[in-house]
């Protein structure tokens, strides 16, 4: 099954593309959609449509696992998040990919035994899930990957 793992946002929307055989998970691609901060909101949003689109045809993924929103202590941040979320959504429901949402803490704790883990933490759970020597410099294409894993463990096991 392949699984479709995003961290959601404006700047930067981490993803991957991940294999789970039942037991095993298994890495087949990440990156992540960048849009620059100079072009209208709109524009910036059109294009994570576009690119997420682009990558669901080529993938195929059979499921998503996104990051869901919680509460930000910026406030200037959480539009923008919430508006790349809405259409990263549409465009999995256009596809009519089965959506899972997770929460940061969720994640966290599914993948290290503790919500309040930080970013090493979760890194390392992710090097040895998958057994990686490193990861993708981007923190939100790690993230992706976490989201992913964390959903194999909570819907499979």
Do not use: W
Not at 41 to 52: P, Q, Y
Not at 107 to 125: C, I, N, P, S
Request: proline residues 4%; negative net charge; charged residues 30%.
């Amino acid at each position: 099954m392949k699984i479709l793992g995003i961290d959601p946002g404006m700047a930067i929307v981490g993803y991957c593309i991940a294999d789970f055989d039942g037991e095993n998970v298994k890495l087949l691609h990440s990156g992540s959609i960048q849009t620059s901060k100079d072009d209208r909101e709109s524009k910036r949003l059109l294009e994570i449509f576009n690119d997420l689109k682009s990558l669901i045809e080529k993938y195929r993924p059979d499921q998503a696992a996104i990051e869901k929103l919680f509460y930000f202590k910026n406030q200037r941040t959480v539009m923008p998040v919430a508006h790349a979320r809405g259409v990263i959504l549409a465009a999995l429901e256009e596809f009519q990919i089965p959506i899972y949402e997770y929460t940061p803490m969720e994640v966290k704790q599914v993948l290290t035994g503790y919500g309040r883990a930080d970013k090493k933490e979760v890194e390392h759970m992710v090097k040895l899930t998958l057994g990686l020597e490193s990861l993708p410099k981007l923190d939100d294409t790690v993230d992706s990957i976490a989201i992913a894993i964390c959903h194999t463990r909570s819907v499979y096991e």
